[in-house]
C-alpha cells in the first residue's frame, strides 16, 4: 500500500523511492523492490487537496546517495538516500513569493551544474529558481511564466547545453549556470495550463503542446553568439 499522490516511483539498484500523502504529512518513501517492504521514510507537515486528488505530485530526483524532491505546497528538500535525513530544506513561496498553484507545484527537480532546478510560477523572472545542490542556498530565478505544472528539462541545442521551460508563456531557455536567458518562443496560453515536458528533435528543433491550443515545433538555431528561433 502506498498514500494519496501523483507521484512516479524512482529506481535505484535495490530500492523504490516516492512521495505520497498520509494524513496530514507529506512523504518521502524508500521502499525494497525485492519484497515491498518499507525502509524508510520521511515526513513534512503539509498536505495539498483539489477537486482532482491529493498529495505530492513530484517524483525524487537521484544523484550521488541524495534524493531531491519537491512536495505539492512548495517544500523542497534534499535527503540522504540511505536514511532519508533531511539536509536541507527550503520553500519556493518563501524564496520567491510564487502562489500556491491551483493543483500544487508539480516540478521534480532538475539536477544540472550542481543545481537542483524547479519551476515556481512566481513571474517577474522568478518563474524558475535554481539552488545550490549541496547547501540549498538560492544559486539564482529566472524566467516569465507564471502558470504550468512541467519540470525543467536539461537538452542541447546548437551544441550549447541548456535548460528548457515550457510555461503558459511559451518555451524559455537558460544558462544552467548563472540562469541567463539564451533564447525564447512567446506562445501565450492564458486561460489553460501546459504540462506536457518539451521533445528535443536532433539538434535543432523542439515539439511541445498545449490544451486548447494543439501542437508546435519550432527550430532553433545558433549563428555566432545569436540565436534565432522559427515557428515550422
Known amino acids: 500500500n502506498v498514500g494519496l499522490g501523483w507521484s512516479s516511483f524512482t529506481v535505484i539498484g535495490d530500492y523504490l523511492f516516492t512521495q505520497e500523502q498520509r494524513g496530514d504529512g507529506e512523504f518521502v518513501v524508500c521502499y525494497s523492490a525485492d519484497t515491498g517492504e518499507e525502509v524508510w521514510t520521511n515526513y513534512v507537515p503539509a498536505r495539498f487537496d483539489d477537486s482532482t486528488g491529493s498529495g505530492p505530485r513530484g517524483t525524487p530526483t537521484y544523484a550521488d546517495g541524495k534524493l531531491y524532491t519537491q512536495g505539492a505546497t512548495g517544500v523542497i528538500q534534499c535527503l ?12 519556493v513561496g518563501e524564496d520567491t513569493g510564487a ?3 491551483q493543483w500544487g507545484f508539480a516540478s521534480s ?40 505544472y512541467g519540470s525543467a528539462r536539461l537538452a542541447e ?27 525564447e518562443h512567446q506562445w501565450e496560453l492564458p486561460s489553460f495550463a501546459r504540462i506536457t515536458q518539451p ?14 491550443l494543439g501542437t508546435r515545433s ?9 540565436w534565432t528561433v522559427t515557428e515550422e
Open 199 to 212: 521533445q528535443v528533435i536532433g539538434d535543432d528543433r523542439i515539439v511541445f503542446g498545449s490544451i486548447r
Open 109 to 148: 527537480p532538475l539536477l544540472v551544474a550542481n543545481k537542483a532546478v524547479v519551476f515556481t510560477g512566481a513571474g517577474g523572472s522568478d518563474s524558475v529558481i535554481a539552488y545550490d545542490m549541496a547547501t540549498g542556498e538560492p544559486a539564482w530565478t529566472t524566467g516569465d511564466g507564471t502558470h504550468g
Open 80 to 91: 540522504d538516500a540511505s536514511t532519508g535525513a533531511v539536509l536541507w530544506e527550503r520553500n
Open 218 to 226: 519550432i527550430k532553433v538555431t545558433k549563428s555566432g553568439e545569436d
Open 157 to 183: 541545442l546548437g551544441g550549447v547545453s541548456q535548460i528548457l521551460m515550457v510555461s503558459n508563456f511559451g518555451i524559455q531557455s537558460f544558462v544552467p549556470e548563472t540562469g541567463e536567458q539564451l533564447w
Open 99 to 101: 502562489r500556491l498553484p
